[in-house]
């Protein structure tokens, strides 16, 4: 089955009580037992519900996993991934992640003993520098975020398997349609399921995907036990979100292409952040591991001026200056004050985010409109 009539039909059934096509929202707290721990598979709704168990199927079958668990958010899902770990264990991470994920890593789970290591990922041997026998999970973003590095998905899994080694990979910016790091050797892979998957900005979600039955036993019991459980109404959102993912994520990719392109000839632009360049880090394994390069592009102006990017992205019009990406509309962000302004500064600009980069996401409006309007902001920087 191809991933189109996938995103439609793998593992949506039409409710047989009904025949209703659209799954229904089954919105309860609990269910009805014919005797005490005897009932229809579902007993009290932060373990399961009728209404995500079709949206986790859905999820399971585009990363070509077996099992997929729905969360309240990513960061839901990202903690319960942490919580396979014990104090004394230790983290191989990116130097170039989410702020919410440093943020939780950092401020929460380094003073419960859990040592995390920020990395440069993208030459997978550098791992090896940093495996000891307390390293039992390499967290990775690819596309990363903000500066969209690429990591070799397949290249780090072969060195986290010869160690025994958990490998989980953040697939938000690639979406199931552009990137299945499960077919490359992850063991998990994590969405934030506010972003493509839902694709409407109007939901906030998260996903994790296994083939290991063992793994998501463990995970889907710290998911009943800790009550990161998503809400019906939210699982029917992205279950009508992920109908049109295939088509979203093609127009998203047409849309990005052409605005890395006509920022890369812009006279008043420093670097533009974008894989899909034939001369970008990580072109390559993005060519390998990716069918398109996706819908988000990051950029500075010359010589990196903050107010220079304060104005552009307070004089946009189409775009929106919000954080979040992923939705059908077009959004401007500042990571330095805004989705990253948890990192210490230094580490921050290490890794690329400095205070004048901004990052789009490019949405599905019409080109010509929108990079009219970047045309516009830009002659008032």
């Avoid at 025994?164 to 077919?183: C, G």
């Avoid at 019991?221 to 699982?235: H, K, Q, V």
């Avoid at 890395?260 to 006279?267: D, E, I, K, T, V």
Wanted: charged share 20%; with cysteine.
């Amino acid at each position: 089955m191809k991933f189109g009539t996938k995103a439609l039909h793998a593992g949506i059934v039409a409710d047989p009580s009904t025949g209703a096509i659209m799954t229904p929202i089954f919105q309860t707290s609990t269910y009805v037992q014919e005797y005490p721990g005897t009932h229809k598979g579902y007993a009290y709704a932060r373990g399961k519900n009728p209404t995500r168990t079709q949206l986790e199927n859905n999820i399971a079958a585009l990363e070509n996993g077996t099992n997929a668990l729905c969360f309240s958010s990513g960061m839901g899902a990202i903690d319960a991934v942490i919580k396979l770990l014990k104090p004394g264990d230790e983290v191989i991470t990116g130097d170039d992640i989410y702020g919410g994920s440093y943020r939780m890593f950092s401020k929460i789970y380094e003073p419960f003993g859990i040592k995390f290591h920020y990395i440069n990922l993208y030459d997978a041997e550098n791992i090896k520098n940093y495996i000891n026998e307390n390293t039992k999970l390499i967290w990775a973003e690819t596309p990363t975020n903000p500066t969209l590095k690429i990591v070799d998905i397949s290249a780090v899994s072969a060195i986290a398997k010869a160690n025994h080694i958990l490998l989980a990979i953040d697939n938000t910016f690639a979406s199931p349609y552009l990137q299945n790091p499960l077919d490359m050797g992850a063991d998990i892979v994590m969405h934030s399921a506010t972003k493509y998957l839902g694709g409407h900005s109007d939901v906030v979600m998260g996903a994790l995907v296994t083939k290991n039955q063992e793994l998501h036993d463990r995970l889907a019991f710290i998911l009943n036990s800790c009550g990161a459980n998503p809400g019906p109404m939210d699982c029917f959102l992205v279950i009508r979100g992920i109908k049109t993912l295939h088509l979203r994520v093609k127009a998203h990719c047409e849309n990005g292409r052409a605005v890395a392109h006509y920022l890369r000839n812009h006279p008043k632009i420093g670097k533009v952040y974008w894989p899909g360049f034939e001369d970008a880090a990580g072109h390559e394994t993005a060519k390998k591991q990716m069918r398109d390069f996706g819908g988000m592009v990051s950029f500075t102006l010359k010589g990196d001026d903050f107010e220079a990017a304060m104005r552009f992205a307070t004089n946009v019009e189409v775009f929106t200056l919000a954080e979040s990406l992923g939705g059908v509309e077009s959004l401007v962000n500042h990571p330095a004050s805004m989705t990253h302004a948890s990192i210490p500064k230094p580490e921050r600009e290490k890794a690329g985010v400095v205070d004048g980069l901004l990052r789009l996401s490019v949405g599905v409006e019409d080109i010509e409109d929108l990079i009219a309007d970047i045309e516009q902001a830009l002659e008032k920087v």
